[in-house]
């Protein structure tokens, strides 16, 4: 009880105690002299802890502290605080969640997601008392309620007269620039010089005639400085595969402004796939972990994780799994993504499949439902609610959810002229040793493994095993592929190559195209090889071509891979009227590509299923 609150009891007790007086002034000096003397006496017989009611009130603050799990020893847990039976059960899963015992870890995050009763205040304990290690298999527990992530702390102020524009040219500029691969060289000269132009042009300061900026600024509409800003992104991507760049992007707060960068562009999933790219690299070193906890970084992945978009669920549930080394050994680069478990899971992982795109194609959008026909050449939206259904993640992981389902991503183009990177020529060869890497990174051949792949995909999965059986530390690939499915795979080349003449896309066809060829001696060589490393292996084989032509452009209509060039000379070929770009796209769950599919899968998996 307050001080004033008792003085005012008593004045209360005195007023009702005894018939008023008739003389009002004698009736203030009575109660004048009570009052005084209750204050008085107050004050000698009482030492107001005021720390005690602001504990009650910042109850959700008090920390826990750290105590042994000795059960031989006695100690009063709870001491200092005085606790309400219905908090006890949180604190209890605090200490849990850091016992020495791995198991009762898990065990404690578990119950922690799953609880559904708690009030917000007790979410809170949770969210300020967990460490690192909890906090981040909480962001993997599907269940998990998001008042158990704290908001990120406040971001730094920009510079006076700066932009974010500027700060991520600045962070960019301050990376070490030499002893580079030319791709790299090239993403941070290009990203340096627009950076440099746009900002320019906004402040008046180049090609001003008479001090007038505008038209050369306006002459920037085309660039926007989203677009520049993806120039700086991009080229910060390529830094971040570098361990050492990654420590320079934390030191020079590289955190906090990607975070300003992916609170700006909510509505620009480009944007932020990419920082979600940058994060994901930084993750693979564990000694920055505990600065992305800090930084705030967890609480946006745990939302980012449950959203229905698949990229952004994916790219967050990659970033978060390179955060938890409590239950992934495994380390996920850039450029290999979950699609199913997107959390932790007490289901057994008993296999992997493994889906490698295309030509043009990607590792989400190829393996969208079928929709419209569209332009081999034509760029699909980067708008993910245009996007149809991953089915890989919405089917196949329901009927078979015992997988690890892993789609792979890398860059191909039609033409010199729309590579990404002018100095990239990377061969089948180049790409294959560099997917193998991260594969292998990511654990694959630790258990059976099916690969699915499309087009130019099926040609790095023939290259990639035959690279896999040369080096002894990649046997396990080798000994644990169950089965392959190519969905229109060249294996005899294409005559996509034979019109780079007189198409405009392909007037200086990428090595790519060079490699699709007819007449291409490498892949005669590839398919002869693998052939011959196939005859004693024990895994299944099953083919699919499509019937239809597609479009090249506005004016060619092509069969992009006909059946004899499909036909590997092993297993099943099945010929399905769609078109180059529909034959990895089932139109409903029941279509019989997915059906198909599916069956060999579960055949070539059967017994490993059962165990």
């Not at 990239?424 to 990174?441: D, Q």
Request: net charge neutral.
């Amino acid at each position: 009880m307050s001080l004033a609150a008792y003085c005012v009891i008593c004045w209360r007790r005195m007023g009702t105690s005894t018939p008023p007086p008739k003389s009002s002034t004698y009736w203030r000096d009575i109660s004048s002299l009570f009052i005084t003397y209750e204050v008085l006496a107050l004050k000698k017989s009482l030492t107001l802890d005021t720390q005690v009611v602001e504990r009650e009130k910042m109850k959700s603050y008090i920390y826990v502290h750290t105590v042994s799990l000795d059960k031989t020893e006695n100690h009063d847990t709870f001491s200092t605080v005085d606790i309400e039976d219905h908090d006890c059960a949180v604190w209890l899963l605090l200490r849990k969640s850091r016992s020495d015992d791995r198991a009762a870890r898990l065990q404690a995050v578990q119950e922690m997601s799953e609880a559904r009763h708690w009030h917000d205040y007790q979410y809170r304990i949770i969210a300020q008392a967990c460490d690192m290690r909890t906090l981040t298999g909480l962001a993997r527990s599907k269940e998990s309620d998001l008042r158990f992530f704290l908001h990120p702390p406040p971001l730094p102020s920009l510079k006076e007269d700066s932009s974010t524009e500027e700060e991520l040219r600045h962070l960019l500029a301050s990376l070490p620039q030499t002893d580079l691969d030319e791709c790299i060289q090239c993403f941070t000269a290009l990203a340096l010089s627009e950076s440099s132009q746009s900002l320019a042009a906004q402040k008046g300061g180049l090609w001003c005639f008479g001090g007038n900026g505008l038209p050369y600024a306006e002459s920037f509409g085309e660039v926007p400085s989203a677009t520049v800003e993806m120039f700086c992104l991009e080229a910060l991507v390529k830094h971040s595969e570098i361990p050492t760049h990654c420590d320079k992007i934390e030191a020079n707060g590289g955190l906090q402004l990607l975070q300003r960068l992916y609170q700006l562009h909510k509505d620009c999933p480009k944007v932020q796939r990419n920082i979600m790219r940058i994060l994901g690299n930084m993750a693979l070193n564990e000694h920055l972990h505990s600065t992305i906890v800090r930084s705030g970084w967890v609480s946006i992945l745990a939302e980012a994780v449950k959203s229905q978009h698949v990229m952004e669920a994916s790219h967050a549930a990659r970033t978060l799994a390179n955060l938890d080394r409590e239950t992934v050994p495994d380390k996920y680069q850039d450029g290999v993504y979950l699609l199913h478990p997107l959390y932790r899971t007490s289901q057994p992982i008993k296999a992997d499949v493994l889906f490698i795109h295309g030509l043009m194609g990607a590792a989400f959008k190829t393996w969208r439902q079928q929709d419209n026909d569209q332009d081999l050449t034509e760029k699909v939206s980067e708008d993910e609610t245009k996007y149809t259904t991953c089915w890989p993640k919405s089917w196949l992981a329901r009927d078979c959810p015992a997988l690890r389902i892993i789609s792979v991503e890398y860059d191909t183009s039609l033409s010199d002229w729309r590579a990404r990177c002018p100095t990239e020529r990377k061969s089948i060869a180049f790409r294959s040793n560099e997917l193998l890497r991260k594969l292998r990174a990511a654990g694959v051949g630790d258990r059976p493994v099916i690969w699915v792949s499309h087009s130019m995909g099926g040609l790095l999965v023939k290259k990639m095993l035959l690279e896999a059986s040369k080096k002894p530390e990649m046997s396990t690939i080798i000994n644990n592929t169950r089965g392959i499915i190519f969905y229109s795979v060249p294996h005899h080349g294409s005559h996509l190559a034979e019109y780079s003449v007189n198409i405009r896309y392909l007037l200086f066809p990428s090595l790519e195209v060079k490699e699709l060829s007819k007449d291409s001696p490498a892949l005669k060589t590839l398919q002869d090889d693998f052939l011959e490393f196939a005859k004693d292996k024990n895994f299944q084989v099953l083919s699919f071509v499509e019937t239809l032509p597609t479009y090249i452009g506005s004016m060619i209509k092509l069969h992009v891979v006909p059946l004899e060039s499909a036909d590997l000379g092993l297993g099943d070929l099945i010929p399905v009227d769609v078109n180059h770009l529909n034959i990895c796209k089932p139109k409903t769950k029941d279509a019989f590509l997915y059906q198909r599919t599916l069956q060999f899968i579960r055949d070539a998996l059967a017994k490993d299923l059962e165990n």
